[in-house]
């Protein structure tokens, strides 16, 4: 269904919404995946359409009724297809946001199969907190493209439910073969302020600022390999899949701990894991799919 009109983007958001919080492998602010099956991990979105429209096709979730996808940091984009407009030429479309409300519907139309997680642009939409993309301040082009959309109070509406459905997505995922997936870790630096226990409480506004957990987590960098042993023995996992980090060549690796994403241009990539087996590092560095390499 294509959505044009503010009260099927509502009615969809708001649902989709929903669904996050009650996802059937939710706890707390994780997504907690079996021992069978497959889950999908994408890197940054970044409204990179052609990346988005290929996952979908690739996923095949009608008959792969036990696969999982796994979508962040779909929004701010300065282009039509992930593509950098100059700073004095804005787009004339935001393509982020037209991926986010089909996500969105992606998620209504398959809830249990179809996943969220938080970015660090996602929280900066939430908490208003300014965000330069390609020398342009990403918030402000966004919501003016909301509003020049569909009108004030509409596009004002909107914004609404959309900081609503970002709040709704969890944090991570943990899968039942340890491997971790998120859109970023804390860095050297923000372990020293990090707090495990918000993958399990409810958080309070010193979270989502700098020193905050929640906001260490999607803004790390610069992971070290003494950080990674340790995180690993808190999360009591082996392998990290994340994003976050630009990778022009559509993927790297740390420390043969982390695996870096990076699915918002032509060379972007995804990785399918099976949840029923354990994978060395290298198996896992091996299985990751470019996506311009799919059938059209």
Request: net charge negative; glycine share 8%; charged share 25%.
């Amino acid at each position: 269904m294509e959505l044009s009109q503010p009260d099927q983007i509502l009615k969809v958001l708001e649902e989709a919404a929903s669904l996050n919080r009650q996802d059937s492998f939710r706890e707390g602010h994780l997504l907690k995946f079996p021992n069978y099956g497959q889950v999908i991990m994408t890197g940054d979105i970044h409204g990179y359409g052609a990346n988005f429209q290929r996952l979908r096709q690739y996923a095949d979730l009608d008959r792969q009724i036990h696969r999982h996808v796994i979508i962040h940091e779909i929004i701010h984009t300065n282009g039509t297809n992930g593509q950098p407009a100059a700073p004095d030429k804005p787009t004339d479309e935001d393509a982020s946001s037209l991926i986010l409300f089909q996500a969105a519907q992606w998620k209504v139309d398959y809830p249990d199969q179809v996943h969220f997680l938080l970015g660090n642009h996602d929280l900066a939409q939430i908490t208003n907190r300014e965000i330069s993309k390609g020398g342009i301040p990403s918030i402000a082009q966004f919501n003016q493209w909301i509003t020049d959309r569909f009108g004030q109070d509409p596009g004002e509406k909107i914004l609404r439910r959309i900081d609503d459905f970002l709040g709704s997505v969890p944090l991570a995922a943990k899968c039942a073969n340890r491997i971790w997936l998120s859109h970023s870790l804390p860095g050297p630096v923000g372990m020293n302020f990090f707090d495990f226990s918000i993958f399990h409480r409810e958080w309070t506004a010193d979270d989502l600022v700098p020193k905050g957990s929640v906001y260490e987590l999607v803004w790390g960098r610069a992971h070290q390999l003494n950080q990674l042993q340790e995180l690993g023995e808190f999360l009591d996992v082996d392998h990290f899949i994340v994003g976050h980090q630009g990778q022009e060549q559509g993927f790297d690796t740390v420390d043969e701990r982390v695996i870096i994403l990076a699915s918002d241009h032509a060379m972007g990539c995804f990785l399918p894991i099976d949840l029923n087996k354990k994978y060395t590092f290298r198996e896992l560095v091996e299985r990751v799919k470019f996506f311009c390499d799919l059938p059209e």
